[in-house]
Nanobody
Framework: QVQLVESGGGLAQAGGSLRLSCATS????????MAWFRQAPGKEREFVAA????????DYVDSVKGRFTISRDNSNNTVYLQMNSLKPEDTAVYYC???????????????????WGQGTQVTVSS
């Protein structure tokens, strides 16, 4: 079982930045592909970004490319989402997710990820 805990959400102004963190109770996140999803009110949960276990591969949804950066520190069992140039449409609950597997593949479906955090709210004001 992998427990994931997100933090770093909050209120930001448009054009501002926030950094989300996802920590795990597991001793290591190595061999887990990690991802961030988000869910805005009244909308389905959507993929935001993913990163391979080594950090060498990443994938982003088009709407955040060039603004968000996913990274990981396996020595601290933490995954990050640096969000810059925030827009009001980025407002959502952000979830961290883990896929148990070391082979990188583009995985954008929430059904691919077995482990989830409880989410952290990000609100961007205009």
């Amino acid at each position: 079982q992998v427990q994931l805990v997100e933090s770093g959400g909050g209120l930001a102004q448009a054009g501002g930045s926030l950094r989300l963190s996802c920590a795990t109770s597991r001793r290591t996140l190595s061999n887990y592909q990690m991802a961030w999803f988000r869910q805005a009110p009244g909308k389905e949960r959507e993929f935001v970004a993913a990163i391979s276990w080594s950090g060498g591969n990443t994938d982003y949804v088009d709407s955040v490319k060039g603004r968000f950066t996913i990274s990981r520190d396996n020595s601290n069992n933490t995954v990050y989402l640096q969000m810059n140039s925030l827009k009001p449409e980025d407002t959502a609950v952000y979830y961290c997710a883990a896929y148990a597997g070391s082979r990188w593949s583009v995985r954008r479906s929430q059904n691919d990820y077995a482990y989830w955090g409880q989410g952290t709210q990000v609100t961007v004001s205009s």
